[in-house]
């Protein structure tokens, strides 16, 4: 596992809409691997190997985070935002956070008062962001509407194999599609297999729509994060039992193919690997959703790495997990052949009546 290049993306802002730098070190990146690689108009990159092949497989991981925009530079330079994608917006109160004009980073304090701290029903427009501006016009030569924020932390190694930061969700997952790829060719995997970053997921999942209608796919896997039970305010009786380093966790919902899982679950075996479960009723909120209704259906998985604290600046993962992700898709797509049929039921060629 590159973990370098894992805590480059980590480090990169890359707030929904605002996808270009992070996509560019992806294509960089892969670039040396990859037999084709695709871009299109809404953001997404299309990392593939055998893209000739007669069966094809695409992995999803989308590679945009939660954040805030630009609205208003006010007379004294003060800056205010609205919210873009989930952000619980009350952890920003006295945090850093960068805004990002140009490809240039600003960086910037969300102001604190009386009135905000311990406020609970905070909305993004009670924010306010100090560059350290006298005026607006010295503000609006730095910053402009529309320009993305983020909070201004970075990758962090805890005890063992946990490690911090923001922006977990979802760039493990889009590292993990990328290393999936890469590490399905080294097992010379004849299939054809496709790592997608998609963009905008955290706003609109457009771009898993876009992704899944570009190409006739066999089967679709998301690869996203998920909630743990093993911290602090959680319970396994919500959705599951779920815990770091505890390995991937694949997913049982009206929307996930169970063959899939069949295959993922007999994978995971012959590797040795520990698997985990989670239950969603209907959609599973990842790019799974819209890439299983998109042209004429497509089969889909899900497989997740936990993660703690999401939605925060301080996301918190086990390198195992993510490892283990890696070697479960990349050795899946060794089982994966165009003869398998992804339903289970028996059409009768002779019915009709007569």
Same mark, same amino acid.
């Given at each position: 596992m590159d973990k370098a290049f894992l805590h480059e993306l980590l480090n990169t802002p890359s707030v929904s809409g605002h996808e270009e730098q992070i996509q560019q070190k992806a294509l960089d990146h892969t670039a040396a691997f990859c037999d084709l690689q695709e871009a299109d108009a809404t953001g997404n990159v299309l990392h593939r190997i055998n893209p000739d092949a007669p069966c094809q497989v695409l992995m999803m991981g989308h590679i945009d985070?939660?954040?805030?925009?630009?609205?208003?530079? +006010?007379?004294?330079?003060?800056?205010?935002?609205?919210? +873009?994608?989930?952000?619980?917006?009350?952890?920003? !109160?006295?945090?850093? !956070?960068?805004?990002?004009?140009?490809? +240039?980073?600003?960086?910037?304090?969300? &102001?604190?008062?009386?009135?905000?701290?311990g406020n609970k029903d905070l909305k993004a427009s009670d924010l306010t962001i100090d560059i350290g501006a006298e005026s607006k016009e010295q503000a609006s030569a730095l910053v402009a509407p529309g320009d993305p924020v &983020?909070?201004?932390?970075?990758?962090?190694?805890?005890?063992?194999?946990?490690?911090?930061?923001?922006?977990?969700? +979802?760039?493990?997952?889009?590292? !993990?599609?990328?290393?999936?790829?890469?590490?399905a060719k080294?097992?010379?995997?004849?299939?054809?297999?496709?790592?997608?970053?998609?963009?905008?997921?955290?706003?609109s999942m457009r771009g898993a729509a876009w992704a899944a209608a570009s190409h006739a796919w066999d089967l679709a896997i998301a690869v996203d994060v998920t909630y743990v039970s093993d911290c602090p305010g959680t319970n396994p009786a919500d959705t599951g039992d779920v815990r770091l380093g505890g390995g991937p966790v694949l997913c049982t919902a009206t929307t996930v193919n169970k063959q899939a899982n069949r295959l993922l679950c007999a994978t995971a075996e012959e590797l040795g690997m520990p698997i985990q479960w989670e239950v969603a009723s209907g959609h599973t909120g990842t790019d799974a959703d819209r890439a299983h209704v998109s042209g004429k259906g497509i089969p889909v998985?899900?497989?997740?790495?936990?993660?703690?604290?999401?939605?925060?600046?301080?996301?918190?993962?086990?390198?195992?997990d993510i490892e283990n992700a890696i070697e479960l898709l990349s050795a899946f797509m060794q089982k994966v052949h165009p003869k398998i049929a992804w339903n289970e039921l028996i059409v009768h060629k002779n019915s009709g009546g007569g």
């Open positions: 985070e939660i954040g805030f925009l630009v609205t208003h530079i +006010n007379e004294s330079g003060m800056i205010k935002v609205m919210t +873009n994608g989930g952000v619980r917006v009350p952890l920003y !109160v006295g945090a850093r !956070v960068q805004i990002i004009h140009e490809g +240039n980073k600003v960086p910037g304090i969300v &102001c604190v008062s009386r009135d905000l701290v &983020c909070a201004d932390t970075f990758v962090e190694d805890l005890v063992g194999e946990r490690f911090t930061s923001r922006a977990m969700d +979802n760039r493990t997952g889009a590292f !993990v599609v990328m290393e999936a790829v890469k590490r080294e097992r010379g995997v004849t299939i054809g297999v496709t790592a997608a970053t998609t963009v905008g997921e955290e706003t998985a899900l497989v997740s790495i936990p993660l703690r604290y999401m939605h925060s600046s301080v996301e918190v993962a086990d390198y195992r």
